[in-house]
Nanobody, 125 residues
């Protein structure tokens, strides 16, 4: 069992930056592939980024590529999402997820076993 707690959300102006953190409980964090998703009001949950357990490979959604960076610190049981050049359309609740099923595409929410409660990011124009 893994518990995930996101933090770092808030209100920022367009063009600004935020760094989200996702702290995981348990001693097996370093074995989990991790992902970030987001959900805006009235929209489906959208894949943002993912990272392998070792941190060696990263994946990004098309809408954030070149602006967001996912990273992890296995010694701190934490995964991060650095968000730069934020746009109003980035406004959403951001969720981290863990434990990817084998053979996954990395981009579908049903492929992840554990989820955090989410943190709100609001980008003003």
């Amino acid at each position: 069992q893994v518990q995930l707690v996101e933090s770092g959300g808030g209100l920022v102006q367009a063009g600004g930056s935020l760094r989200l953190s996702c702290a995981a409980s348990g001693r097996t964090f370093s074995s989990y592939d991790m992902g970030w998703f987001r959900q805006a009001p009235g929209k489906e949950r959208e894949f943002v980024a993912a990272i392998t357990s070792s941190g060696g490979t990263r994946y990004y959604g098309n809408s954030v590529k070149g602006r967001f960076t996912i990273s992890r610190d296995n010694a701190k049981n934490t995964v991060y999402l650095q968000m730069n050049s934020l746009k109003p359309e980035d406004t959403a609740v951001y969720y981290c997820a863990a434990d990817l099923a084998p053979g996954s595409t990395w981009r579908e929410e049903y492929e992840y076993r554990y989820w955090g409660q989410g943190t709100q990011v609001t980008v003003s124009s």
